[in-house]
Every structure is written in structure tokens, then in C-alpha cells.
């Protein structure tokens, strides 16, 4: 009986795997129809983004300037959904830039990435490539390109130094960077030793190098003269002094100009009428050698590449000598014995002369044109002057006119030998000018007022006064110009300020208090000499631009 049960199940196994597997009977039609084969799915579109960016990327900026990089170009893409974005991971291959983190672009549209500025570059050419790969998110796990490459190429310029009369030799007061004034922090104040005996102290219009600012200091006694004058070097970066140099006290000491690695100390009733020190430690590099009078029309030299040039030895003369040996080159009469320093371009020298304008050949000092100033009755100027060289091969003097008792600007084309114009107001000397606009000080206003004057016209632009409850009654000291600020000072009842006006919105973005004289260096040094209200300048603040 169990031998029978079991080939009985098996029998029906196998017939139920023939039942399953479709056979048992014949392969006539009677069986099931096969499946049909499966149907590949299709390909995905394949992504292709291509970075086409703009270059090569070129600048030129002096140091310290916040001048950023704008990396541009176009993204485009293939089988990308609709609305997609693409992300820009940017690499410099030099490290010069912190590159921001991966910037979004829409496709088939412009891009501008913004690179921020480097605060570390010193003066010299810096070459690289932006490196640009395209991502499909702002962490760059997917790539969706080729990552292509833009060369840069970066000029940067030393910015110059304050080298005497208005900046440098187009005394112009111009100096060519940006400032955001709500990040100048006063560093250090330097008060100048003083005599015991004295009752005050008296300092100089400054100069500066990258390292120092140069001053002449002397001690103001109870009688109202000055003793012990000395040139002082003082540190940029801590106002501690680095040097002195002792002047004799029969001399009078005019304000000091530089040159690179020079600082020209000028004194007058002396056998010594230059003397040429080393910045950096303020030693004697040459003297030269010429008597003048204590009341000699002479101011500190105009320093052109490697010459120096001034009025010697009472006035009447001009002198060229060079500018780290004090060898004589040329001197030549002087018409004239204005107070006046001479402005200085690659060709010419050119000095005011009270009626007239004295343009030299800078090579020999041999005559080239001599201006007439209709706007002058030929008397001389009642104080120290300078031509301002212009930005289309202009002149601008203080025009004086004694009999009339004014003071206009007169702007004369060199090359053309014409008078252009002349204002209709009287003005301070110590303007500036830059990018075609004239800041200056009017002379005898009912109130301090700054004009801005068209370069090409003479015609007032707009102007500018303090907050009347500052009770601000006089402008001090000098204008210094940036491209985004013009700086200048008052003084009045409710004390003294400098100013910065934007030149833009024409609107106060920064005062502070104590007025004087403002210069600034080329490591971006913002100085200011001061003094008390109506009394010489006797200390200096040292402020720089701090980073964000």
C-alpha cells in the first residue's frame, strides 16, 4: 500500500511540471502565447554647460586702492531643464584673490562675478588665470562642464607721495585712490619736543615717504620767536621720531619737500641754502651751498624725476640740480620775485611771475614762453603760490590784482600760449584739481564756502558751506583730493573741523575735529597737522583706513 501511494504522487508531480512548463500534450496551437521581449528604456539626454568667459582680464590701480576684478562672460547649456541654474566655482591658480564661494548664472545670459579686492598688494605686475567650472550645485558635487581658464594680468602702481606744495610736481592736491572715510581710525598724535622756556611750538607744512612723515618743528617763545627748529622724521605707523635734524638757530627753515629716499631741508639766512638727507635715517647726503637773505622769495624745492628745482638764492634765480648728489645742472634768471614754487611736466618748467606766466625748457631752463595774466595788475602775490598743472595741458594760477583786491583763478594753455579764463570770485591758494574739476576755497565769503569749478570754463559747478551751528567763520589749510572725496578744513566759535565731501551726492560724509593741514602718503596714511584756533600748527594725527 505505501510502495503504490508513492508512485502514485509521483506520477502527478511530474504531470503538474508538464502542466506548468506548458507541455503534455503535442506543441499545437493550442498552447500560450510567449511574452514579447522587454523594451530597452531610452538614453538620457546628456548635459553638456559651456563657459565662454571674457578676456583676458587687464588693470591697472595703485596700491592700496580697493579695486576689485569683474570676471565676465556667458553661460550656455544643452539638455538642461528649463529655469535651471548653473553654479561658477572659481579657482585663482596663484592665489593672489580670494575667490568668492560658487556663484550662480543663468544660462544663456551674461555673468559678472565681482572678485573682491586683495588688501596685500605692493606695487609690481601680477599675472594669473580664473579658473571657472560650471556646477550643478553651490557645493560643486555634480559637475556639469569642462572648467576653462581666463588670464589676468594686474598693474599696480605705486601711488606717490605728499612731496611738498600741493602733493607733488603739478601741486594739484590730487591723489588718484578711493576712501571710505568711515573706516579712518586715528592712530597716534605727536606732540614735537619743545624748549622749556617755551610757550608753544610751531610746525611746517608736511611731506612724507612711505615710512614717515617730514616736519620742520621749532619752539615758540614768550616774545613770539621761534627757536631750535629741526627737521623731524616721524614714523608712519606710530608717530614715535625717528630722527631730527638740527637746524641752525640764525636760520629760517622753510617747509620740507622729498623725493624717493630724500628730504630737502631749505633754509634761509644761511650759507647753506638745500641740504639733501637721507629719509631713513636723516643723514646728511649733500649740501648746497648758497647764501641768501632771511627775506629770500624762496619756498622748498619741486622734485621731477631726477631733478629738483627751485628759486635761489634771494629769488631771482631759478636753479635745477640733482636730486641725490645736489650737483648743479642749470641756473637761470628769475623774472619776478614772487613767492612761488614752480610746477614741473616732462618738458617744462613754468613759474608766476605776477603779471605773467614763465614757461622753461625743464632740460636747460632756457626761456620758451612768457603768458600775460590780464586778469593781474603785475603786483605779487602776498603770500607763498605755486602754478597747478591741469588735465588738458593747462595752467591755473591765483591771479593778483592789488588794485582791485582780488584774487581769481586765470587757467592758461601751455602748448596753445592763451588764456583761457578767468573766475568771477577771488579764491585761497591750495586748491586742488583732478578729472576735470577745480575745489577751492573763496576768499572773503560771508561764510566758509568750497566752490566746485568747471576746469574747462571757470564756472562755479556747485558749492558747498558748513552747518551753520558749527559757527564755522573762516576756511584753514589746504584742499586734498581723492577720487571719491575732496577733504578741507575750517574754523570758527564752535571750534575747528576737517571735512570730507563726496563729490557725487555733494553731501558731508565725515568731519573731525581739529582742522589744519590734511596730506596723505603713499602707503595710504592720512595725516593731519593741527593747531589751537588762530595759532600755528603745532601737532599731527596719523589715521588710517582700517579693513572691513
Not at 55 to 70: C, E, K, R, Y
Not at 265 to 273: F, G, I, Q, S, Y
Not at 396 to 410: E, F, P, W
Not at 455 to 473: D, F, K
Amino acid at each position: 500500500m505505501n510502495t503504490s501511494h508513492a508512485r502514485n504522487t509521483a506520477a502527478f508531480l511530474v504531470a503538474l511540471a508538464l502542466v506548468g512548463c506548458g507541455g503534455g500534450g503535442g506543441g499545437g496551437s493550442g498552447g500560450n502565447t510567449p511574452s514579447p521581449a522587454p523594451v530597452a528604456p531610452s538614453p538620457t539626454p546628456t548635459i553638456v554647460v559651456t563657459v565662454t568667459p571674457s578676456g583676458p582680464i587687464q588693470q591697472t590701480f595703485p596700491t592700496g586702492d580697493p579695486v576689485s576684478v569683474a570676471l565676465t562672460g556667458r553661460v550656455t547649456a544643452t539638455n538642461l531643464a528649463s529655469g535651471s541654474v548653473v553654479y561658477l566655482k572659481l579657482r585663482d591658480t596663484t592665489n593672489t584673490y580670494r575667490v568668492p564661494a560658487a556663484q550662480p548664472a543663468a544660462v544663456d545670459q551674461s555673468f559678472r562675478v565681482e572678485i573682491p579686492p586683495s588688501p596685500n598688494h605692493t606695487a609690481g605686475n601680477y599675472a594669473g588665470q580664473f579658473e571657472i567650472t560650471p556646477c550643478g550645485d553651490g557645493q560643486c558635487t555634480k559637475v556639469l562642464g569642462p572648467a576653462v581658464r581666463v588670464d589676468y594680468s594686474l598693474y599696480v602702481t605705486l601711488l606717490g607721495e605728499w612731496e611738498g606744495y600741493q602733493r607733488d610736481s603739478a601741486h594739484a592736491g590730487y591723489v588718484p585712490t578711493s576712501l571710505d572715510p568711515s573706516r579712518l581710525q586715528l592712530m597716534w598724535t605727536w606732540v614735537p619736543p619743545r624748549d622749556a622756556a617755551a610757550v608753544g611750538a610751531a610746525l611746517s607744512r608736511p611731506a612724507t615717504d612711505p615710512d614717515s612723515l617730514f616736519v620742520v618743528g621749532s619752539s615758540v617763545m614768550l616774545d613770539g620767536s621761534e627757536q631750535s627748529p629741526a627737521v623731524y622724521g616721524v614714523g608712519a605707523y606710530n608717530g614715535k621720531v625717528r630722527w631730527s635734524h638740527a637746524i641752525a638757530p640764525t636760520a629760517h627753515a622753510v617747509a620740507p619737500s622729498t623725493s624717493t629716499g630724500t628730504v630737502y631741508a631749505t633754509t634761509l639766512n644761511d650759507p647753506t641754502l638745500v641740504t639733501g638727507l637721507e629719509s631713513a635715517t636723516g643723514a646728511v647726503r649733500f649740501r648746497y651751498s648758497q647764501s641768501t637773505l632771511p627775506s629770500a622769495a624762496i619756498l622748498s624745492p619741486t622734485t621731477y624725476g631726477q631733478s629738483v628745482f627751485f628759486a635761489g638764492p634771494n629769488g631771482e634765480e631759478i636753479h635745477s640740480i640733482s636730486s641725490h648728489e645736489g650737483r648743479p645742472l642749470w641756473a637761470r634768471p628769475r623774472v619776478g620775485l614772487q613767492v612761488a614754487m614752480p610746477a614741473l611736466d616732462a618738458a617744462h618748467v613754468i613759474y608766476q611771475a605776477g603779471g605773467t606766466i614763465e614757461v622753461l625748457n625743464a632740460r636747460d631752463g632756457s626761456p620758451v614762453a612768457s603768458l600775460v595774466d590780464p586778469a593781474s595788475d603785475g603786483a605779487a602775490y602776498p603770500g607763498p603760490t605755486a602754478v597747478v598743472l591741469g588735465t588738458h595741458g593747462n595752467a591755473i594760477v591765483n591771479s593778483y590784482n592789488a588794485t582791485q583786491g582780488s584774487s581769481r583763478l586765470s587757467s592758461f594753455h601751455i602748448e596753445n600760449r592763451r588764456h583761457e579764463w578767468s573766475t568771477s570770485q577771488s579764491y585761497r591758494p591750495l586748491f586742488a584739481v583732478g578729472d576735470g574739476v577745480i575745489y577751492a576755497n573763496r576768499r572773503n565769503a560771508p561764510v566758509p564756502t568750497l566752490d566746485a569749478i568747471d576746469e574747462n570754463s571757470g564756472q562755479v559747478l556747485w558749492s558747498w558751506t558748513p552747518p551753520t551751528v558749527e559757527a564755522q567763520t573762516a576756511m584753514v589749510g589746504n584742499i586734498l583730493l581723492t577720487r571719491n572725496l575732496v577733504f578741507f578744513s575750517t574754523e570758527g566759535a564752535g571750534g575747528s573741523f576737517v571735512w570730507a565731501v563726496d563729490r557725487a551726492t555733494r553731501q558731508e560724509v565725515w568731519r573731525y575735529p581739529g582742522g589744519g593741514y590734511v596730506v596723505m602718503s603713499g602707503n595710504r596714511t592720512f595725516y593731519i597737522v593741527s593747531g589751537p584756533f588762530g595759532a600755528p600748527l603745532d601737532y599731527v594725527r596719523g589715521f588710517r583706513e582700517m579693513l572691513p
